[in-house]
């Protein structure tokens, strides 16, 4: 018995076989396992807050502060080459303490942007679900314009240390830092202010 030959029964053939191919792909695309962990994701740039707090109030002025709540301050980072760069760090409370508030805001103005980067040792933690950084800072060096007319700048040095190491952790890619002013100098000369702690809280953005 001669059998016709039916141009809608192929097209049904191709038309299954093609969605088994389709479905198999992507069966193995879900199950593609992904990359695994390294200390170089945590590059990127971020944003989020930093909170400035003083660590050992002045003498005579152990109850200052008491009963106020810090603010956040906004701040941008950058994570690359195991540094995080910062173009406008937030000093404006370390130039009140050394020359205070009101030459400050002249100061502040002129120094504009306060551009600092501290380097980093990554590690994993054991469960690989975050980022371990070794913070090894740098001292902070800013030139002071005078405030008097034809004077000479004066340069500031801001010794910097990390208390603990920061993390990024994976689940919400979340960056954790702090660093502390330990000791600010005004040409060579101590100048006797409060330890200063800053308490970076960023995002990595997608």
Known sequence: MKKEFSPSKLFYAFAIAFSVVTLSSCDNDDNSPLPPPSTGDVAGTYNGKVLITQVTPPAGRENAGEGETPKGQDVNATVKNDTVFFDKLPVD?????????????????????VKYKVGYKPALN?????????????????????????????????????????????????????????????????????????????????
Do not use: H, R
């Open 93 to 113: 409370d370390l130039i009140i303490s050394i020359v205070g508030k009101d030459k400050a805001e002249a100061i502040i103005k002129a120094i504009g942007d």
């Open 126 to 206: 054991t469960e690989k679900d975050s980022i371990y950084l070794a913070f090894e800072p740098k001292p902070l060096i800013l030139q002071l314009p005078s405030t008097i007319e034809g004077g000479k700048d004066q340069t500031v040095t801001v010794t910097i240390s990390s208390p603990e190491k920061g993390s990024f952790a994976y689940k919400n890619n979340q960056l954790k830092m702090k660093l502390n002013a330990d000791e600010i100098k005004l040409a060579d000369v101590v100048i006797p202010t409060s330890k200063v702690q800053f308490d970076f809280d960023m995002t990595k953005k997608k």
